[in-house]
């Protein structure tokens, strides 16, 4: 009896330890640099941990140690992660290759527009007082990076696109006197043959746009969406505090009206449609944010865990007037869903800290690409636009791999 009470005390002890359901394997390599998880990793083995991004330190999956210090190194090194392994393996095809081509500053690095009819593809350096932007010749071997300044200048692009034969620029700086003239937070137009630059927008009722951060061409309508959240002020690019709410809006290039979509978005940021023109994604980056207080001076801005860094889908109304519907659709795990684009086949893929992710237009997670540095913006380039750029903090890398961008027109 004695005895008996002792096994299954022994039994029961040794249940209360055993960990169930872990997945096995949690990755296994299945490509050049290329690991697929299984599952999604839904089930770790105890005790894992994975650090809270900051600023300075960004973390990915890869940085979680599992089962009591174990790293994943294999993860952390891969320049491919692959979720889901059918629809994962496919937007890699049979030789995906990662490739860090430029070494640029710690600045941001944004706004990049491919010209075909070139074959150049235009980005910018968002540093305070800075006018040119940078321009990468893909006719050169190796392609050559050089800096591009327009005739008048531009300052700080943070978003564009190509539309109509000529780039439109989302310009996010505000200066009084800068470069031989005033600057203000405007939709831009820059022909790449002439290198012309004209104002569309510079005025919301004669406030200031905050930052007009990212912009989209909505295929059927041709007006342009573009978000205007506040980090201008925060990074001391513009000499003005906000004047309005964080928003997004749409330009009516036929009545010239500026028509607010959507105020709901704490920081919103990257912006794209699909396809058809049916669904419009918004990003919202709250996670980085600061204090628009004038008093505080431009502060910077810090990351914080808890806050969102979501994307949203919206319904677009037939007319192509209104945005409704906001659903959530991804919430991005190490870092905020920064630029925002939407693949020839509807696959959503956003700049997210340290790589890129692909999402199906659920918002499952189907591959992301790994960087050393975070990427805030990319564009697809090349005659099938199967070339992927992508830029931010201190780099500038190329992947070529089968997910194609869609064509702009
Ligand atoms: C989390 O960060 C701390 C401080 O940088 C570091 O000491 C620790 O090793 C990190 N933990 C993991 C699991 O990476
Ligand atoms: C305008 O830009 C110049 C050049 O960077 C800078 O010295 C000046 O402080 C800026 N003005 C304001 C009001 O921010
Ligand atoms: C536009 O700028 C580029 C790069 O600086 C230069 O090569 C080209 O000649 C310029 N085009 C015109 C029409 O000035
Ligand atoms: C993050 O935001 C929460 C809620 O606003 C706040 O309580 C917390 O102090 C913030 N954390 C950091 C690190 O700023
Ligand atoms: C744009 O403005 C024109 C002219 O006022 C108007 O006919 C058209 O419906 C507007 N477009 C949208 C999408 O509202
Ligand atoms: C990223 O990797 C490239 C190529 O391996 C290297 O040249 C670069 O210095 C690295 N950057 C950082 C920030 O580690």
Redesign the pocket.
């Known amino acids: 009896m004695q005895l008996l009470i002792y096994i299954f005390g022994f039994f029961s002890i040794k249940l209360a330890y055993a960990q169930t359901g872990i997945t096995q394997p949690l990755f296994d390599d299945c490509g050049p640099s290329v690991v697929c998880i299984s599952r999604y990793g839904n089930v770790l083995p105890y005790h894992f941990y994975r650090n809270v991004t900051t600023m300075n330190a960004v973390t990915t999956f890869g940085d979680t140690t599992v089962g009591s210090g174990n790293k994943l190194q294999d993860v952390k090194l891969a320049d491919f992660i692959v979720y889901d392994r059918e629809k994962g393996l496919k937007i890699l095809g049979s030789n995906p290759s990662y490739e860090y081509v430029f070494a640029v500053s710690e600045a941001v690095h944004e706004a990049p527009v491919y010209v075909p009819s070139q074959n150049k593809l235009y980005l910018s350096q968002l540093a305070p007082g800075y006018l040119p932007q940078l321009?990468i010749d893909l006719n050169k071997n190796p392609p050559t990076l050089?800096e591009?300044?327009s005739d008048p200048p531009v300052y700080a692009p943070n978003g564009g696109t190509f539309h109509n034969g000529k780039i439109i620029w989302g310009a996010s700086g505000g200066n009084r006197s800068i470069g031989g003239s005033e600057q203000r937070v405007s939709l831009r137009i820059l022909d790449p043959?002439?290198?012309k630059t004209t104002n569309l927008v510079n005025n919301y009722f004669g406030y200031y746009f905050n930052t007009i951060d990212d912009l989209a061409v909505h295929p059927t309508t041709g007006d342009i969406w573009f978000t205007d959240p506040q980090y201008s002020w925060f990074n001391d690019l513009t000499d003005t505090p906000p004047q309005l709410p964080c928003a997004s809006y749409r330009y009516n290039g036929s009545s010239g009206a500026v028509v607010v979509v959507d105020d709901s978005i704490g920081q919103p940021n990257g912006i794209a449609f699909t396809p058809d023109g049916s669904i419009v994604y918004i990003s919202d980056t709250a996670s980085v944010s600061a204090s628009v207080d004038p008093a505080d001076g431009h502060p910077g801005s810090t990351f914080n865990t808890t806050h969102r860094r979501t994307i949203y889908a919206f319904d677009v109304s037939a007319d192509g007037a209104h945005a409704y519907n906001k659903r959530a659709i991804y919430l991005a795990p190490g870092f905020v869903p920064d630029g925002l684009k939407v693949a020839a086949n509807g696959y959503i893929v956003t700049g997210c800290g340290r790589g890129v992710d692909i999402l199906d237009p659920s918002g499952q997670l189907l591959v992301t690409i790994q960087t050393n540095y975070t990427v805030q913006n990319f564009a697809w380039t090349g005659p099938e636009l199967k070339t992927l750029w992508l830029m931010g903090n201190g780099g500038i890398s190329k992947v070529e791999w089968e997910l194609a961008g869609q064509v702009l027109k």
Do not use: K
């Open positions: 321009v050089s591009f300044l043959e002439t290198n």
